[in-house]
């Protein structure tokens, strides 16, 4: 078993930068792939980002290419989103997530919110 808690989120304006972490409880944490999705109101859940176990290897979605950075320190059980220019839409609740394949979706945390007031 995996437990998942998100902090970080908050309000934040247009242009501005935020950066989300992931703590995870488990002796496996390390040999997990993680990622991060997000939820919006009234839409589905989509993915963000993800990153191997090794961080050898991090993928991203298409709108927060460039903008968005994954990273993970498995002696922390951690995984970080860091989110620079923020636009109004990359508001949504960000869950983060954990499991063998990638991207990962066998353990979900609570979610943290990120709103980007214009």
Known sequence: QVQLVESGG???????SLRLSCAASGRTFSRYSMGWFRQAP????????????????TYYADSVKGRFTISRDNAKNTVYL????????????????????????????????VTVSS
Request: glycine share 14%; with cysteine.
């Open 42 to 57: 009234g839409k589905e859940r989509e993915f963000v980002a993800a990153i191997s176990y090794s961080a050898g290897n």
């Open 10 to 16: 908050g309000l934040v304006q247009v242009g501005g």
């Open 82 to 113: 860091q989110m620079n220019s923020l636009k109004p839409e990359d508001t949504a609740v960000y869950y983060c997530a954990a499991g063998p394949l990638t991207p990962p979706k066998d353990y979900w945390g609570k979610g943290t919110l």
